[in-house]
């Protein structure tokens, strides 16, 4: 398994929290080592239009999209999961992978009023009602995750299979194909964060 170093500042507590429940674990930019993996993790912290600079500046972004289609097992965290959209509308607008047919948004821009932004602290996530019994999201059941973040999907996103509420009901979890993408972070969500990780990769497996 292979977590993709994009420069982000939570990516040694990625790192850790996958140690935990795998033993098979490298961080690597390299295009080879990312295209030879069994499964990728693409986290991410911080803004949108950074983020994807960032991919852009290592050559990655193509190598992501062709794995993501190819059907590869790809977890993608915060602005990870971000990037799977056609779009961000942070500081003016940013081309995503355009694997979602969605653009990510401000929270206030999603119908936030009152609440504060960033959306910081421990939330619940709603899942789809026929989710399989062995989805890795299905750990999360009556358990809180950790949020950070001011941007998001809307909850009518095209692939969304988690929800979460924050004042209005946002889009916490996307699949396309064995793409999973997760707007909480796991590896700053305690026990609930590494049951869901240790599901996830033993997900990959079959």
């Not at 429940?21 to 986290?43: T, Y």
């Not at 790809?74 to 355009?98: D, N, P």
């Not at 509420?165 to 700053?188: M, W």
Request: charged share 20%.
């Amino acid at each position: 398994m292979v977590v993709i170093d994009t420069g982000a500042g939570n990516i040694p507590s990625v790192v850790n929290a996958l140690r935990h429940v795998c033993d098979d674990v490298s961080l690597s930019s390299e295009v080879n080592r990312i295209n030879s993996a069994d499964a990728v993790v693409l986290p991410g912290v911080g803004s949108f239009p950074k983020f994807m600079k960032n991919l852009a500046a290592l050559k990655l972004t193509d190598a992501i999209i062709e794995n993501i289609r190819g059907g590869k097992h790809i977890l993608g965290i915060c602005v990870g999961m971000q990037a799977l959209a056609k779009a961000s509308s942070e500081f003016g607008g940013t081309h995503g992978f355009g694997v979602i047919d969605s653009v990510v948004k401000n929270l206030y821009e999603l119908g936030v009023k009152t609440s504060r932004i960033p959306h910081v602290g421990w939330s619940g996530v709603q899942l789809d009602p026929l989710s399989e019994p062995n989805d890795p999201l299905m750990t999360l059941n009556e358990r809180d995750v950790y949020f950070m973040h001011s941007f998001g999907f809307d909850s009518q996103t095209v692939g969304a299979v988690g929800w979460t509420d924050y004042e209005i009901k946002f889009c916490s979890a996307v699949r396309i194909q064995n793409t999973l993408g997760v707007q909480f972070h796991p590896e700053k969500s305690h026990a609930a964060g590494l049951d869901f990780l240790a599901s996830w990769v033993e997900s990959t497996k079959r």
